[in-house]
């Protein structure tokens, strides 16, 4: 999404994520970019379970979106469409 145009956005303190579908990874100078290249993909995001349990979010993330990540704060252009309670990531296969 260019510079400057008004959209929906997330930005969550995150313990663990997955990209799932095919993103470009780039270093600027602080933090790193994803921008996705598939047709669609899909970020799950666990929070951190410092004050209550880890929970799971979702988001669809349409091709040629950027998302940023700045230390342990991930930037999502879009609003969560799933919630999962605990650590809904699971290691390919499984």
Avoid at 22 to 48: C, F, N, Q
Wanted: net charge negative; with cysteine; charged share 20%.
């Amino acid at each position: 999404m260019p510079f400057g145009v008004p959209a929906r956005h997330t930005a969550i303190k995150f313990l663990e994520i997955q990209f799932q579908g095919d993103w470009l990874r780039m270093w600027p100078i602080h933090g790193v970019m994803y921008t996705v290249s598939s047709a669609k993909a899909e970020i799950l995001v666990v929070t951190d379970p410092e004050f209550a349990p880890a929970m799971t979010y979702v988001f669809a993330v349409p091709k040629g979106e950027e998302v940023w990540i700045d230390r342990n704060i991930i930037h999502i252009p879009a609003i969560c469409i799933k919630q999962i309670e605990g650590n809904g990531i699971r290691c390919q296969g499984t």
